[in-house]
């Protein structure tokens, strides 16, 4: 008898390190987290692309074209080989397609050759070429603001990019919003996941067709839950189609943070819905235009923190329904003011944001100082940081806005009328209250004379004051690509306007930093999750309990 009971205690042990050793080498993301592994906050991950010379060349000169090419990575030691690597991007991708510089946003796919093949569970990731931001940090605090409220959004990571052993420069890596996330958020991907590409519907007011919002998962063929959605904002009442409080943690912090790079500035995007059973999540995205680095808001940066927290908006409230409908029911109105003291009091506190700041300023000052592709120099990183226009002082003086609002010691409304910035570029369209509209001035270029009204010509050409409908007209005409382009453009000629300028400084390079002679020809070394302390912990308790079970019997 006792034969017997050794004999099973054995033998479920053998199957224990089995299913322990399976874990390990087959579905290291259950044991492993990607928040320590993808996503850490308290270091640089070193990310090594291999592609082939000519895929590379091609992959530059026709960035716009957004084509897929096969290569190898490393990612903070984990190796993937045939995974997908294409160009990414909206004003940031056709900006740096207009210049020399050949820095762009990249998004990594990797199971796009090989099924099934993921990072530690992630299908997708996007590394992001910090255009627009000399403090390299606007986005990286944003998200990290929206996670202190615990809003669902994407998570992310510095990384020290290296393409075919050279140093491509300092990078943020961001989740992707795809099944993963989903699953991760929400538990399910039964639902559309909805981003809008600047046509009918992406203002969320009712149309008569949306072409302007596209499922990124394709599960249905209609918009049933989104014309319900639009249906109710018209109404004035979304309680019953959105979860309006993942809305509210968006507004809070783009109103905190001035992001109107968004559906409040009147570009109605960088946003997804996601339909969560029974109601649509807001998910918030790209935010590397926040502190005021929006150019055709053509708020100063004395207006930026004077913005009002009731009527984030720019131009009329009328041109955005959404935030309308939702901050006119005074609960919402509630929860949202919460939001926005639970942010002041916590991540924008003067002390800790000051002290966040200088530990995110020290984990990357090394490698932007070596940066050979950054659209920046030192100096003007540590200006955006550090100087009276930064983003220290510009939270701080932002924060003691919103206090005297919050109080009632300041007007947090303007009768409907919204912010309106005194530079920048204004848009072409007054006729309904100032509203944001896409800068035309380069459309013909774009699209060409042929494909244009004559008449239409004239008018873009004088400067004419266009009516919204035939604005709307336009950009439903034109392709995704187009209209990346038109907003590029514009975005481009501001982008350094209301930002801090400077010289360039030197500095060493960290040790953390392998170049190709220091890591043996371009080759890292890749992570053995098996020598993990966890799972030697694990197997340590299994064989300590087997072991107790052992003398038991025998006694």
Not at 64 to 90: F, H, P, Q, W
Not at 410 to 415: A, G, K, R
Request: hydrophobic share 40%; with cysteine.
């Amino acid at each position: 008898m006792k034969l017997m009971k050794n004999t099973a205690v054995i033998v479920v042990t053998i199957v224990i390190l089995i299913a322990i050793q399976s874990m390990v080498g087959a579905d290291s993301e259950t044991l492993f987290n990607t928040d320590t592994i993808v996503f850490p906050h308290d270091e640089v991950v070193e990310v090594s692309i291999t592609i082939d010379d000519l895929d590379l060349v091609d992959l530059k000169t026709n960035a716009m074209n957004e084509t897929t090419y096969m290569a190898d990575i490393t990612y903070n030691g984990i190796k993937l080989e045939s995974v997908g690597i294409r160009a990414k991007g909206n004003s940031s991708l056709s900006s740096v397609a207009k210049t020399d510089s050949e820095r762009y946003s990249f998004k990594i796919d990797f199971d796009e050759y090989i099924d099934e093949q993921s990072l530690l569970g992630l299908e997708k990731i996007n590394l992001n070429n910090l255009f627009s931001d000399p403090s390299m940090m606007a986005e990286y605090l944003s998200y990290e603001a929206l996670e202190s409220i615990e809003a669902d959004v994407p998570r992310t990571t510095y990384v020290n990019l290296m393409i075919n052993g050279e140093l491509q420069g300092l990078y943020l890596a961001v989740e992707q919003v795809d099944e993963t996330f989903l699953i991760n958020h929400y538990g399910n991907t039964n639902g559309e996941l909805y981003k809008p590409e600047m046509g009918n519907g992406s203002d969320l007011t009712v149309s008569e067709n949306y072409n302007g919002i596209v499922d990124k998962l394709g599960v249905s063929d209609n918009l049933d839950h989104f014309e319900s959605l639009v249906m109710a904002i018209e109404n004035g009442d979304v309680s019953e189609m959105m979860n309006t409080e993942s809305f509210l943690k968006y507004l809070a912090v783009s109103t905190m943070v001035i992001h109107f790079d968004s559906y409040q500035g009147g570009m109605y995007h960088n946003y997804y819905l996601y339909w969560n059973k029974d109601a649509f999540e807001w998910i918030t995205w790209d935010l590397n235009m926040a502190f005021n680095g929006f150019p055709k808001s053509g708020l100063t940066d004395t207006e930026a923190v004077q913005v009002l927290i009731d009527e984030p908006v720019i131009g009329d409230m009328g041109q955005y329904p959404l935030v309308e409908a939702v901050l006119s029911d005074e609960t919402n109105i509630v929860i949202y003011h919460d939001y926005l003291s639970s942010l002041r009091n916590d991540y924008f506190n003067e002390e800790v944001f000051e002290a966040r700041v200088m530990e995110v300023y020290s984990l990357i000052k090394n490698y932007v100082s070596i940066d050979p592709t950054s659209f920046y120099s030192y100096e003007e990183f540590e200006n955006a940081l550090f100087s009276g226009e930064g983003i220290i002082d510009f939270a701080e003086a932002r924060v003691s806005n919103v206090t005297l609002q919050l109080n009632g010691d300041l007007e947090s409304s303007n009768d409907g009328k919204g912010n309106t910035g005194s530079t920048g570029m204004k848009a072409l369209g007054v006729e309904d209250n100032d509203r944001m509209q896409p800068d035309l001035a380069n459309l013909i270029e774009i699209v060409g004379r042929d494909n244009l009204d004559e008449d239409m010509i004239v008018a873009i050409e004088s400067g004419e004051v266009l009516p919204i409908e035939a604005v709307k007209l336009i950009m439903d005409g034109l392709t995704e690509d187009q209209r990346g382009q038109l907003i590029g453009e514009q975005s481009n000629q501001l982008t350094n306007e209301n930002r801090p300028h400077g010289g360039q400084k030197g500095g060493e390079i960290p040790s953390q930093i392998r170049t190709e002679s220091q890591i043996g020809g371009g080759q890292i070394v890749e992570k053995d999750l098996r020598d993990s302390p966890l799972i030697t912990m694990m197997l340590s308790v299994v064989l300590f309990i087997c072991s107790l079970a052992l003398i038991k019997i025998r006694k």
